[in-house]
Nanobody, 125 residues
Framework: QVQLVESGGGSVQAGGSLRLSCAAS????????MGWFRQAPGNEREAVAA????????YYADSVKGRFTISRDNAKNTVYLQMNSLKPEDTAMYYC??????????????????WGQGAQVTVSA
């Protein structure tokens, strides 16, 4: 059974930084793509960033481009999200996602996603 264990959430003031980590286990080979989604109260879950294993290519939502960086340690099947210049509007529950099989270039179209338990990120003004 696939498990995604997240760590690194917390509270920070605007302009600060946080790094999220997500380690995947329970599968015999690496996932084909991993990513981070977030959901604020009253909002739908949205894709923040993604990384594709074979190509190494990345995806970022427009709202985080230039501030967030996604990276991956394939040997550890772990994905990271470095978040800099955080804004109050980044406040949300952040979910790690992993997928085996075809991964659309648009993470919002991913199906059969394995989810982490979520990590709260709170940014105060």
């Amino acid at each position: 059974q696939v498990q995604l264990v997240e760590s690194g959430g917390g509270s920070v003031q605007a302009g600060g930084s946080l790094r999220l980590s997500c380690a995947a286990s329970g599968y015999t080979y690496s996932s084909d793509c991993m990513g981070w989604f977030r959901q604020a109260p009253g909002n739908e879950r949205e894709a923040v960033a993604a990384i594709y294993t074979r190509s190494g290519s990345t995806y970022y939502a427009d709202s985080v481009k230039g501030r967030f960086t996604i990276s991956r340690d394939n040997a550890k099947n772990t994905v990271y999200l470095q978040m800099n210049s955080l804004k109050p509007e980044d406040t949300a529950m952040y979910y790690c996602a992993a997928k085996w099989g075809y991964c659309s270039p648009a993470p919002t179209r991913w199906g059969n996603i394995h989810w982490g338990q979520g990590a709260q990120v709170t940014v105060s003004a």
